[in-house]
């Protein structure tokens, strides 16, 4: 039914950025909120950022003021570039979004990326 792609976790120092991508595809009506999740080792999946179909976005406290999310409606797509990484940023992220398709409302979670970041 929908599909989602992420791209662009890896490795980096103490102090870099990277951006994180997820397009959505399939049955697709209407795409409401996108978000980014994470999830450290032993620890519960956290809400990092949120942005809705208008363009207001929320962040979680320990990210504020570094990331940076973003979307594009025509590609489908949602981004999060994070700057200023930090150790504790290290997880998986996950992206997530609320889909209207032909089949009802639903949401959606792409397979993951691995986020890692070195002292």
């Known amino acids: 039914q929908v599909q989602l792609a992420e791209s662009g976790g890896g490795l980096v120092q103490a102090g870099g950025s990277l951006r994180l991508s997820c397009a959505a595809s399939?049955?697709?009506?209407?795409?409401?909120?996108m978000g980014w999740h994470r999830q450290a080792p032993g620890k519960q999946r956290e809400l990092v950022a949120a942005i809705t179909s208008g363009g207001s976005t929320n962040y979680a406290d320990s990210v504020k003021g570094r990331f940076t999310i973003s979307r594009d409606n025509a590609k489908k797509t949602v981004y999060l570039q994070m700057n200023s990484l930090k150790p504790e940023d290290t997880a998986v992220y996950y992206c997530?979004?609320?889909?209207?398709?032909?089949?009802?409302?639903?949401?959606?979670w792409g397979q993951g990326t691995q986020v890692s970041v070195s002292s």
């Open positions: 399939g049955s697709i009506l209407r795409i409401n909120a």
């Open positions: 997530n979004v609320d889909v209207q398709s032909y089949y009802g409302r639903d949401d959606y």
